[in-house]
């Protein structure tokens, strides 16, 4: 099975700059979860979404927005870029994710996004 | 929230000597403990994983104990090679959706 795929694997933007991050999950898996990673902050929860939906959110700013697409696919967006916004974005996917039990997150390579 | 501490931040060994990371994690409701190495330029890997109703598991030179009623888990990795050199880090998680809280970060350096 192929892994998690992230798309683009870099990108340099500027401030006040939007930009569009693209995740393709596991096949079969419909949960996908978006994280930053800083060396300051660690790795910090975005959102996950499952079956199109939102399910839960971090404590980010509304500036960080995520959509997921019929086939599980999903997309982040963050709009009006901060330097503090570099990073490398996460996207990790995981099955099964209706039941009651925690499922294992696979991860993808990331988006190294810089704020110039 | 769930709030994760990891120790050590840095750690050395020499080849073939064993390490062990520790987390403790705050929320008792939490029951999904995995942990991941990330080396360089990728993105994390799962390495192990752990529920509560299970109090050890190993695979091969990994293992990784969990302790409920003092809310900590630590990784062993035996025989340690240079491969295994990288950043581990811990989570937790608990049966409301797939957010998992991270550990800080251990970097390995296994000393050839």
Same mark, same amino acid.
């Given at each position: 099975?192929?892994?998690?795929?992230?798309?683009?694997?870099?990108?340099?933007?500027?401030?006040?700059?939007?930009?569009?991050?693209?995740?393709?999950?596991?096949?079969?898996?419909?949960?996908?979860?978006?994280?930053?990673?800083? !060396?300051?902050?660690?790795?910090?929860?975005?959102?996950?979404?499952?079956?199109?939906?939102?399910?839960?959110?971090?404590?980010? !700013?509304?500036?960080?927005?995520?959509?997921?697409?019929?086939?599980?696919?999903?997309?982040?967006?963050?709009?009006?870029?901060?330097?503090?916004?570099?990073?490398?974005?996460?996207?990790?996917?995981?099955?099964?994710?209706?039941?009651?039990?925690?499922?294992?997150?696979?991860?993808?390579?990331?988006?190294?996004?810089?704020?110039? | 929230?769930?709030?994760?501490?990891?120790?050590?931040?840095?750690?050395?060994?020499?080849?073939? =000597?064993?390490?062990?990371?520790?987390?403790?994690?705050?929320?008792?409701?939490?029951?999904?403990?995995?942990?991941?190495?990330?080396?360089?330029?990728?993105?994390?890997?799962?390495?192990? =994983?752990?529920?509560?109703?299970?109090?050890?598991?190993? =695979?091969?030179?990994?293992?990784?104990?969990?302790?409920?009623?003092?809310?900590?888990?630590?990784?062993?990795?035996?025989?340690?090679?240079?491969? =295994?050199?990288?950043?581990?880090?811990?989570?937790?998680?608990?049966?409301?959706?797939?957010?998992?809280?991270?550990?800080?970060?251990?970097?390995?350096?296994?000393?050839?």
């Amino acid at each position: 099975k192929a892994g998690v795929t992230q798309t683009p694997r870099y990108l340099i933007k500027t401030r006040g700059q939007q930009v569009t991050l693209s995740c393709s999950p596991i096949s079969g898996h419909r949960s996908v979860s978006w994280y930053q990673q800083t !060396p300051g902050q660690g790795l910090q929860f975005l959102f996950e979404y499952f079956s199109e939906t939102q399910r839960n959110k971090g404590n980010f !700013p509304g500036r960080f927005s995520g959509r997921q697409f019929s086939n599980s696919r999903s997309e982040m967006n963050v709009s009006t870029l901060e330097l503090g916004d570099s990073a490398l974005y996460l996207c990790a996917s995981s099955g099964l994710a209706g039941g009651p039990r925690v499922e294992t997150q696979y991860f993808g390579p990331g988006t190294r996004l810089l704020v110039l | 929230g769930e709030n994760v501490e990891q120790h050590p931040s840095t750690l050395s060994v020499q080849e073939g =000597d064993s390490a062990v990371i520790k987390c403790t994690y705050s929320d008792s409701a939490s029951n999904y403990f995995p942990w991941y190495k990330q080396e360089l330029g990728k993105g994390p890997q799962l390495i192990i =994983d752990i529920r509560s109703n299970v109090g050890e598991k190993k =695979d091969q030179r990994i293992a990784v104990t969990l302790n409920k009623t003092a809310k900590h888990f630590s990784l062993h990795i035996t025989e340690t090679q240079p491969e =295994d050199s990288a950043v581990y880090f811990c989570a937790a998680s608990r049966n409301t959706g797939n957010q998992f809280y991270f550990g800080t970060g251990t970097s390995l350096t296994v000393i050839p």
